[in-house]
């Protein structure tokens, strides 16, 4: 089967089994001395492609914050957990045309959150990043994915493959998001003081105050004032 016709026939059965998001990026993009992050190569040194998966994540569970944090945090683990299933499909259906996949974890779980490295808080390799690279949008001041159509309220997974399949780009997209230039927003409410207007974000803030402050649910002021 062509890259294209794998690709296409991924792309099919992600979208009929609930995936509102779904591009491909080059490994290669990772090995840019521009990006700080864990690369894929070091998980599977043979990685081609990078398929990213999302979900859009129901506008109702951010309208609740603060007080439903327990709600939204529970939308936000079954949007984890629908991930999962179409990840898995998925990776079995490149396995059956000879190629490996396997499956990489969601930046945040119903178990805590997945780090590589626990000294510096960043994950086994940066969705985000894979997901500008495919053509999926840009980046948040909040450093999260700004998508076209569903802003930063998206939940993302990703494959590994050594299948050469037909990757995507960001084309003409900067970045970061144009309309972040002169909004702060994100900063301003960020209860932790994670955020700073001049783009840096402080992962272990974040990270302690909704595992130490908020014992485990997900915060998520960011993306409700997010006007995108």
């Given at each position: 089967m062509s890259r294209y016709s794998l690709t296409g026939n991924l792309k099919e059965a992600a979208f009929q089994r609930g995936a509102d998001l779904f591009g491909v990026a080059d490994a290669s993009c990772f090995l840019s001395?521009?990006?700080?992050?864990?690369?894929?190569?070091?998980?599977?040194?043979?990685?081609?492609?990078?398929?990213?998966?999302?979900?859009?994540?129901?506008?109702?569970?951010?309208?609740?914050?603060?007080?439903?944090?327990?709600?939204?945090?529970?939308?936000?683990?079954?949007?984890?957990?629908?991930?999962?299933?179409?990840?898995?499909?998925?990776?079995?259906q490149i396995e059956r045309e000879g190629y490996l996949a396997t499956i990489v974890p969601t930046e945040g779980s119903e178990f805590g959150y997945w780090y590589a490295d626990r000294s510096t808080l960043k994950a086994d390799l940066s969705l985000k990043y894979a997901?500008?690279?495919?053509?999926?949008?840009?980046?948040?001041?909040?450093?999260?994915?700004?998508?076209?159509?569903?802003?930063?309220?998206?939940?993302?997974?990703?494959?590994?493959?050594?299948?050469?399949?037909?990757?995507?780009?960001?084309?003409?997209?900067?970045?970061?998001?144009?309309?972040?230039?002169?909004?702060?927003?994100?900063?301003?409410?960020c209860p932790a003081g994670a955020i700073s207007r001049d783009g840096s974000i402080d992962r272990e803030r974040c990270a302690d105050y909704m595992f130490r402050e908020l014992g485990g649910l997900r915060c998520g002021m960011c993306i409700r004032v997010c006007p995108l």
């Open positions: 001395p521009d990006y700080q992050g864990n690369r894929p190569q070091e998980i599977m040194p043979g990685v081609t492609s990078v398929v990213v998966l999302g979900v859009s994540v129901p506008r109702g569970a951010f309208s609740t914050l603060p007080k439903g944090r327990g709600e939204y945090t529970n939308t936000l683990m079954a949007g984890t957990a629908t991930l999962r299933v179409i990840a898995f499909f998925l990776a079995r997901a500008y690279h495919a053509g999926l949008g840009s980046f948040g001041r909040n450093h999260l994915l700004i998508h076209p159509d569903y802003g930063a309220r998206v939940r993302m997974t990703g494959i590994l493959t050594d299948a050469p399949l037909e990757a995507g780009s960001p084309g003409s997209a900067p970045f970061l998001h144009p309309q972040c230039e002169g909004c702060a927003k994100c900063a301003e409410i």
